[in-house]
């Protein structure tokens, strides 16, 4: 790994990255969690409101609150006039900023990764779920291949270029996230692996969106020309024509005690 971290300051940009996997994989996860309508619902990592706005859409909350490090992923989040019972605020997962016991259900998607300790932060989601509530999340499998842009970060290697890793990508193993769902106390545990798929109209619409991955724009920077076009090349190789990718996520869900 390289010392860069990855940062999220621009929802337009992560929206046009992820915002159409994110629906995706986020579809899937609520037609297997199956929320009743009525809940309080906490969106730890909501960043540009992807799934914020599915659950609005498709669960009929009592109330929806996001939290996100980045301001500029909130910002884009609060555009989306999501109405009235859904509020995006300034947040970090290792303290969430609510009381014991308030809301019915937690969710992180697609954020355990980005967790500095994700123990902390699913042990957190716990402490403000209500007895009988539960927390879940899906998070990209990335050390199965299941990342979105794997076909970039695969040429990135084979040209012996570092790209930076979040800092805890085995926590989208559906084994660690076992373990973590045990040791934060859940029980009842359910996991499901969710596969979704992305079509691009050609290699270079997928390559213009595959740049604004921040893990990449950290190196592509600092790239001459003449390497930039290996790369392109390099990845141009590794897919498929036409360009119908494929990621894969694991999720899970399990009930707070009582
Ligand atoms: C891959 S995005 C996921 C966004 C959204 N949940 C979705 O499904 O599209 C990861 C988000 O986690 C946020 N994040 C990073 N560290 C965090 C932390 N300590 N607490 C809460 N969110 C964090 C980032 O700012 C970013 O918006």
């Known amino acids: 790994m390289v010392g ?7 929802g337009a940009s992560y929206e046009l990255l992820m915002g159409e996997w994110s629906r995706n994989a986020g579809a899937d996860f609520l037609d297997w969690l199956k929320p009743p309508p009525g809940l309080a619902w906490l969106d730890v990592g909501c960043g540009s409101g992807a799934f914020s ?3 609005v859409e498709r669960c009929a909350p009592l109330s929806l609150l996001g939290i996100d490090p980045s301001e500029g992923q909130l910002n884009f989040a609060r555009g989306r006039g999501l109405g009235p019972e859904a509020t995006f605020k300034t947040g970090d997962a290792m303290q969430i900023d609510l009381p014991d016991n308030s809301v019915d ?3 992180a ?4 990764h980005f967790m500095p300790e994700p123990l902390r932060g ?3 989601m716990a402490r403000i779920v209500r007895p009988g509530g ?10 199965g291949g299941g990342f979105p842009y794997e076909a970039m970060h695969r040429a990135m290697l084979a040209m012996d270029f570092e790209t930076p890793s979040p800092p805890h990508p085995e926590a989208g193993n559906a084994d660690e996230m076992h373990r973590l769902w045990t040791d934060a106390g859940l029980e009842n545990i359910r996991q499901r692996q969710i596969s979704v798929s992305r079509t691009f109209r050609d290699f270079d619409h997928y390559w213009q969106v595959g740049v604004l991955s921040p893990r990449l724009a950290a190196v592509l920077g600092d790239l001459a020309p003449d390497q930039l076009a290996l790369l392109k090349d390099t990845t141009r190789s590794l897919v498929p024509e036409p360009v119908v990718l494929r990621a894969s996520a694991n999720a899970i869900s399990g009930r707070v005690r009582g």
């Not at 539960?134 to 050390?143: K, L, Q, R, S």
């Open 53 to 55: 706005g599915l659950v």
């Open 134 to 143: 539960f927390v879940a999340a899906y998070t990209w499998d990335i050390e």
């Open 105 to 107: 259900v937690a969710i």
């Open 4 to 10: 860069t971290q990855i940062r999220f300051g621009d």
């Open 109 to 112: 998607a697609l954020v355990l």
């Open 122 to 124: 699913v042990s957190e």
